[in-house]
């Protein structure tokens, strides 16, 4: 088999753990996938696909993720604080069994990103950082319950926010949708950033080069790297079972960013334009796909 795991008999019980006979299972696909490597398709390992079981668990995962957001979404208001938002997100998730994955990731010190108008993404939440009648801010959240991880953001806009903000907010979140809409089994990874790039740019907005999205599920950060611009055609064949995240960082300006925030995490656009980002979790099925966190 193309990926060098394992290939179960035909009449054991197939390696997705569904306890069917391998032929009535996997087989067929398996097939398919080791066809498509030998032409020289981009295949991900089948390691990487999620099994039924995986699923179920990534979606109480996701159950708080988005319970998270939407506690968010009921509070936030012009006044409150990032840390504050920060505090909300740790107890929520605590409280609901989970893990904020942010929190000690790499030595990250929240359980959540908070960024604010030029920040692109990684803002660490501060006592200092007050919310104000204005301003747009991405809330990342990202949560792991029983070894599975949910990954989602949405962006808020505080009070009166200038239509310029509204439009960007807008845009971006209307990108992420053109992606999903290229989500299908059997296509590529490219058809999803190409479908994003192009919805970004026709409205002279940009999107970020050094970040992007990334498959998900027992690691935070799994292969593949899930990019925003691109070709139709090209990158990773997708195949039912592939958990990845939609999430493009689209600037007003200039796509270029600044990493050089002393606290090592905090990314801004270098031309200090404004930034947004929408973030979903999806599965791809056999028909489609089916989004597990927004
Ligand atoms: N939530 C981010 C993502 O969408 C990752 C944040 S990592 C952190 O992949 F350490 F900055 F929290
Ligand atoms: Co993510």
Redo the contacts with the bound molecule.
């Keep these: 088999m193309y990926d060098n795991d394992y290939v179960p008999g035909r009449n054991d019980p197939c390696w997705c753990g569904s306890g069917k006979k391998y032929k009535k299972c996997h087989a067929r696909m398996d097939e398919q996938l080791d066809r498509l490597a030998t032409a020289g398709e981009e295949v991900m390992p089948r390691g990487l696909l999620k099994t039924a079981e995986d699923i179920k668990g990534i979606k109480r995962s996701a159950a708080i993720n988005v319970g998270v957001l939407d506690y968010v979404a009921e509070n936030i208001r012009a006044g409150v604080t990032t840390a504050q938002i920060d505090q909300w997100i740790h107890d929520y998730t605590v409280d609901h069994g989970g893990i904020p994955?942010?929190l000690n990731?790499?030595g990250?010190p929240?359980s959540?990103?908070t960024s604010i108008n030029d920040v692109v993404?990684?803002g660490i939440p501060s006592d200092d950082d007050v919310l104000r009648d204005g301003d747009i801010v991405n809330i990342?959240?990202?949560t792991i319950l029983d070894g599975y991880f949910s990954?989602s953001?949405r962006m808020f806009c505080i009070g009166e926010v200038s239509d310029e903000r509204r439009r960007l907010v807008e845009v971006t979140r209307e990108s992420v949708q053109a992606g999903l809409a290229a989500v299908k089994p059997w296509a590529h990874l490219g058809d999803m950033s190409h479908a994003v790039q192009s919805c970004v740019e026709a409205a002279s907005f940009n999107v970020v080069r050094e970040f992007g999205?990334?498959g998900i599920g027992l690691e935070?950060?799994e292969d593949p790297f899930v990019g925003f611009v691109g070709e139709p055609g090209e990158g990773p064949v997708l195949v039912p079972g592939m958990c990845f995240?939609i999430?493009p960082m689209v600037n007003a300006g200039a796509p270029q960013i600044t990493m050089n925030d002393p606290n090592g995490?905090t990314v801004r656009t270098a031309d200090g334009s404004d930034s947004a980002q929408w973030?979903v979790q999806l599965v791809v099925t056999e028909d489609g796909y089916e989004l597990l966190s927004w």
């Design positions: 994955a942010d990731y790499e990250y929240k959540v990103c993404c990684h990342d959240c990202s990954d953001s999205g990334h935070f950060h995240t999430e995490w973030e």
